[in-house]
C-alpha cells in the first residue's frame, strides 16, 4: 500500500470511531503504533503502518485482549472486540492496550492475577467478587503484618475507583457500574491500583511522549 492509498486520519476516525488510546511504540512488531477505536460498542485495533505480516499482529494484539481482559471477539473479524456486559470500561482498557501490545504474542496469563504481593508493605492483596444484590461485589483483602492495614485498604480502593471507573459500595468493596463479574480486568487493574503515585508518574511520562510525536499526529506510518 503506497502512502497516498492509505486512509487518512480523518476516514479511520469515520470508519472506527473514536481513538481511545494509543501505544506509540509495539516491542514486538517493528516499533509500530497501535491505536484503540471505538464505535457503536465496539472496538477495533488499528495500525497506520503497512508492513508485512500486520494482519496477524493485530490479531495477537487481539487475542490478548481476550486472554488478559476477557472481552469477546467479534465473530469473523481479527481486529474487534466488545465486553458482552455492553459497557465500555474505557479507563480500564487503556490499560489493557498497554498490556496487549506490550506483551509477547506467545504470553499466557498464570493464574487469576486477583493476588499480588503489595509495593508499598509487605502484604499480600487479594480480590474476591461474590454476588451481592443482583450485582457482583469484589472485596480486597490483605493477609500479612502491616501498620494501619485498613488505611493501606481504603487507597487500593481509591485506585479501583480511579483507573477501573468502579463504585466504592463498601469499607473495602468495589463493583463495576456494570454491575457484572470481571474477574480478568480486575487481574489487570490489580498492580495500577496498589500504587497510584507510581501510575500517575507513568502516565505522565506517556502524555509527555504522546505531545513529542504530534507532528504526525502520534501514528507511525511504516
Known amino acids: 500500500m503506497t502512502s497516498a492509498s492509505r486512509p487518512s486520519v480523518a ?20 516499533d509500530i503504533s497501535v491505536g484503540l477505536y471505538l464505535k457503536d460498542g465496539v472496538c477495533t485495533l ?41 459497557d465500555l470500561h474505557l479507563r480500564a482498557l487503556r490499560f489493557l492496550l498497554a498490556q496487549a501490545v506490550g506483551k509477547s504474542p506467545d504470553f499466557s496469563p498464570e ?31 490483605a493477609t500479612g503484618e502491616a501498620p494501619s492495614i ?15 471507573e468502579m463504585e466504592n459500595v463498601g469499607d473495602a468493596e468495589v463493583a463495576f457500574p456494570c454491575g457484572q463479574r470481571h474477574d480478568r480486568l480486575m487481574g489487570i487493574l490489580m498492580p495500577y491500583s496498589r500504587n497510584i503515585s507510581a501510575v500517575e508518574n507513568m502516565m505522565e511520562a506517556d ?16
Open 11 to 30: 476516514q479511520v476516525i469515520d470508519e472506527y470511531g473514536k481513538c481511545l488510546e494509543l501505544v506509540s511504540m509495539d516491542p514486538h512488531f517493528h
Open 46 to 86: 488499528w495500525s497506520f503502518s503497512n508492513k508485512p505480516g500486520l494482519e496477524e499482529r493485530i490479531s495477537a494484539i487481539r487475542d490478548q485482549f481476550v486472554a488478559l481482559g476477557g472481552l469477546t471477539p467479534i465473530e469473523d473479524t481479527h481486529d474487534k472486540i466488545r465486553f458482552l456486559c455492553g
Open 111 to 141: 493464574g487469576d492475577g486477583l493476588s499480588i504481593r503489595d509495593t508499598k508493605t509487605k502484604l499480600t492483596l487479594s480480590v474476591a467478587g461474590q454476588e451481592s444484590a443482583g450485582r457482583c461485589v469484589y472485596e480486597i483483602s
Open 150 to 164: 485498613p488505611a493501606r485498604l481504603r487507597l487500593v480502593v481509591a485506585g479501583f475507583v480511579r483507573y477501573g
Open 207 to 222: 502524555a509527555m511522549r504522546g505531545q513529542m510525536t504530534t507532528s504526525t499526529l502520534g501514528f507511525s506510518a511504516t
